[in-house]
């Protein structure tokens, strides 16, 4: 049989076949799923070969995992090389933020975006909670569609309670494979529901102030909804770290430095100091937002685990 993973516990996975069926299944002992050295074989979304338990009623083992079309993958520790894989054969990833009650600091966004930008992952920011900012919140707006104007990311500003920006995120979503991650607190299970109310999914209390570090949603789990749209939604997550990347190699994953990156003088310019750095002189310039180019030197110094 074959089906799709819909929930990963760590140990168990659920998988939905074809026939509509949902089954409680484990991984093959000796199976060599794939080279990727992570602590998940098997991820929701894949596609996965099931065979059926003949002991236990509705139970299966999974025997192999179909090529990815692509994934989004992440360090969670700067300790430990170990990799998580989110989520695999996305539409798109939604990163939801807020800048407060938590706040997601923009290095933090920049490295998703980064990976997604690196793992052909279309992404997406939604700026949650916005609500809560008051009159500050309209010129935070025009400076954070400033930062990301040439990052090829769409970026949405609004709240969980308000209608328009939540009619985008929704046309967006819809009949599409779209994941959603950003730290525990930042309302991607509320946002979910807004949405996609037959959902159902498991909310946070209003009451709680440490919102980060208390996880409501505890699997990721795919939500299968209304005209094929999939939402996987994900537990909160202190940190994404990125894997794997050349030096020379990160500026090409930042959308806005590409058109400079061949202008530079030396070919392994690492656009930090080195005299005729066409990417030095558009920051000057103003055509590579700061914030932007602060996020690419954290990456390049490795700087990029739990602020
Ligand atoms: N003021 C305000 N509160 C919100 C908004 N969106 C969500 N919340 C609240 O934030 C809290 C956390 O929401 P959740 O949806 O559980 O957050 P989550 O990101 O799913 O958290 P984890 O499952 O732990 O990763 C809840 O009390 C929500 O009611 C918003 O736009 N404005
Ligand atoms: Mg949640
Ligand atoms: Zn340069």
Same mark, same amino acid.
């Given at each position: 049989?074959?089906?799709?993973?819909?929930?990963?516990?760590?140990?168990?996975?659920?998988?939905?076949?074809?026939?509509?069926?949902?089954?409680?299944?484990?991984?093959?002992?000796?199976?060599?799923?794939?080279?990727?050295?992570?602590?998940?074989?098997?991820?929701?979304?894949?596609?996965?070969?099931?065979?059926?338990?003949?002991?236990? $009623?509705?139970?299966?083992?999974?025997?192999?995992?179909?090529?990815?079309?692509?994934?989004?993958?992440?360090?969670?520790?700067?300790?430990?090389?170990?990799?998580?894989?989110?989520?695999?054969?996305?539409?798109?990833? $939604?990163?939801?933020?807020?800048?407060?009650?938590?706040?997601?600091?923009?290095?933090?966004?920049?490295?998703?975006?980064?990976?997604?930008? /690196?793992?052909?992952?279309? /992404?997406?920011?939604?700026?949650?909670?916005?609500?809560?900012?008051?009159?500050?919140?309209?010129?935070?707006?025009?400076?954070?569609?400033?930062?990301?104007?040439?990052?090829?990311?769409?970026?949405?500003?609004?709240?969980?309670?308000?209608?328009?920006?939540?009619?985008?995120?929704?046309?967006?979503?819809?009949?599409?494979?779209?994941?959603?991650?950003?730290?525990?607190?930042?309302?991607?299970?509320?946002?979910?529901?807004?949405?996609?109310?037959?959902?159902? /999914?498991?909310?946070?209390?209003?009451?709680?102030?440490?919102?980060?570090?208390?996880?409501?949603?505890?699997?990721?789990?795919?939500?299968?909804?209304?005209?094929?749209?999939?939402?996987?939604?994900?537990?909160?997550?202190?940190?994404?770290?990125?894997?794997?990347?050349?030096?020379?190699?990160?500026?090409?994953?930042?959308?806005?430095?590409?058109?400079?990156?061949?202008?530079?003088?030396?070919?392994?310019?690492?656009?930090?100091?080195?005299?005729?750095? /066409?990417?030095?002189? $558009?920051?000057?310039?103003?055509?590579?937002?700061?914030?932007?180019?602060?996020?690419?030197?954290?990456?390049?110094?490795?700087?990029?685990?739990?602020?």
């Amino acid at each position: 049989m074959e089906g799709t993973v819909t929930k990963s516990t760590g140990s168990w996975y659920q998988v939905l076949t074809d026939d509509g069926k949902v089954w409680m299944a484990r991984t093959r002992g000796k199976m060599r799923l794939n080279d990727l050295d992570t602590s998940n074989p098997v991820a929701v979304g894949d596609r996965v070969e099931l065979m059926e338990d003949q002991n236990y $009623a509705d139970t299966g083992s999974i025997s192999k995992v179909y090529h990815r079309n692509n994934y989004l993958i992440r360090r969670a520790n700067k300790l430990s090389s170990r990799r998580q894989i989110l989520a695999t054969n996305l539409d798109g990833a $939604a990163l939801i933020a807020s800048l407060t009650s938590p706040r997601t600091s923009l290095g933090f966004i920049d490295r998703f975006i980064l990976t997604c930008e /690196a793992y052909h992952v279309p /992404a997406m920011v939604f700026f949650n909670k916005m609500d809560l900012l008051g009159e500050r919140g309209e010129e935070v707006v025009d400076d954070i569609k400033h930062i990301y104007r040439n990052a090829n990311v769409s970026v949405l500003l609004g709240s969980a309670t308000e209608g328009k920006a939540l009619e985008a995120f929704s046309a967006m979503l819809k009949g599409k494979r779209w994941l959603l991650a950003g730290h525990s607190g930042v309302g991607k299970s509320t946002l979910l529901n807004a949405v996609f109310p037959e959902a159902n /999914a498991k909310v946070g209390r209003i009451s709680d102030h440490h919102a980060k570090g208390r996880h409501t949603t505890t699997f990721a789990e795919m939500f299968t909804l209304a005209d094929n749209t999939q939402i996987i939604d994900t537990p909160g997550i202190r940190d994404f770290g990125v894997v794997d990347f050349e030096p020379t190699e990160i500026s090409q994953y930042f959308p806005e430095m590409r058109p400079y990156l061949s202008k530079c003088k030396f070919n392994d310019c690492l656009h930090t100091h080195e005299p005729e750095c /066409a990417v030095l002189e $558009a920051l000057e310039k103003g055509d590579i937002a700061d914030e932007r180019y602060q996020s690419y030197l954290g990456i390049l110094n490795n700087e990029d685990i739990f602020e």
